[in-house]
């Protein structure tokens, strides 16, 4: 089967990639490189610079190229600033997924995965989270995805284009081997912030706020690594060729406070990793943690990497291994 990968070279899409390539895939990745990595794509995929805000480079993609699916990484990514400038957001994440749904369902496209997110939660009614808690974003970003869900809803009515929102937690960890990982600019991410203390890059990690209704008053966060993700949006693709549309909420089902991951990369790195307590951020929830039990009942997803510990430990590899991220 040959798939569309856009984003794929950034974090989640470049370990998707590798492995859609490794399990026989036809890979083609779809990138502007304004925040992926040229060097993070896998040798064996079909690398394509272009925008999906320029009809032209679509024209050109879907005239050399028949996808039977998609998967959609291409976004902006970052909550604070969706507040900051809700303009950037509406118009290139809603643009970007419109653009390459109207060549996707011109061209016959019967596969869609959207890199969707836990952001549609704000203030869950219940934790931890299932697919059928209320979406309310609470952000700009946050209502993108939901616009993304809502359109990808019609594009199933009026086309037949099956889709999979996968609601990501949050995405952490690398590549066991080291030479793919996390590297965003500016990088906003705890784990990889946490290790970069522990590499002298930052003198101390803040923590913003300590006196949250958690058991040691910081916020509690469910971290899922990025090669089950990147299992998940493999699953979900087989599943769609015989299949209704879908939603699932991804993560491991637990819980950890900023404490509980500071102490883990101090055990993991040897280092002290120091931290300063400072004023809550804005928008910041005390916990969100997923109900994953519908993907796995449904579609037999099995985390591996369901360890904190481990979780960091790939990620210490690939931070060690490169301090200064891709060197392109």
């Known amino acids: 089967m040959k798939v569309l990968v856009t984003g794929g070279a950034g974090y989640i899409g470049s370990h998707v990639v590798e492995m859609l390539v490794e399990k026989g895939y036809e890979v083609v990745v779809f990138d502007n490189l304004s925040a992926g990595h040229r060097s993070a794509v896998h040798k064996d995929a079909t690398l394509v610079v272009g925008d999906l805000l320029n009809k032209g480079d679509l024209e050109k993609l879907f005239a050399a190229h028949q996808f039977e ?3 959609h990484f291409a976004s902006h990514i970052l909550v604070g600033e969706s507040m900051e400038k809700p303009f950037k957001y509406f ?8 653009n390459v749904l109207e060549f996707a369902t011109a061209n016959g496209v019967k596969r869609f995965i959207l890199s969707s997110t836990a952001a549609l939660f704000d203030d869950p009614e219940r934790i931890p989270i299932s697919e059928d808690e209320p979406l309310k974003p609470g952000s700009v970003y946050g209502e993108t995805k939901y616009m993304a869900e809502r359109t990808l809803m019609w594009m199933d009515r009026i086309y037949g284009l099956r889709y999979c929102a996968l609601r990501y937690f949050n995405a952490c960890g ?17 784990i990889p912030i946490t290790l970069q203390v522990a590499l002298g890059q930052r003198d101390s990690l803040a923590i913003y706020g300590s006196d949250y209704d958690t058991p040691d008053g910081t916020c509690v966060r ?5 090669l089950d993700l990147a299992e998940a949006h493999i699953l979900a693709l087989e599943a769609l060729g015989n299949g209704p549309s879908r939603v699932y ?8 406070s900023v404490k509980e991951v500071v102490e883990v990369a101090r055990q993991v790195t040897g280092h002290a990793i120091p931290t300063v307590e400072t004023e809550r951020r804005p928008g910041d929830l005390p916990r969100l943690i997923a109900d994953s039990t519908r993907i796995k009942r449904e579609l037999g997803w099995a985390p591996e990497f369901d360890n904190l510990h481990v979780i960091i430990e790939t990620a210490w590899n690939w931070h060690q291994k490169h301090p200064n ?4």
Request: charged share 15%.
């Open 325 to 328: 991220g891709f060197e392109e």
């Open 91 to 98: 118009n290139d994440n809603m643009a970007a997924i419109w």
């Open 174 to 190: 690398a590549h066991p081997n080291g030479h793919i990982g996390e590297d965003h600019h500016p990088e906003s991410h705890l």
């Open 249 to 256: 909420n991804l993560g491991s089902g637990t819980g950890y």
């Open 222 to 226: 469910d971290y899922v690594h990025v």
């Open 69 to 71: 699916g998609i998967l």
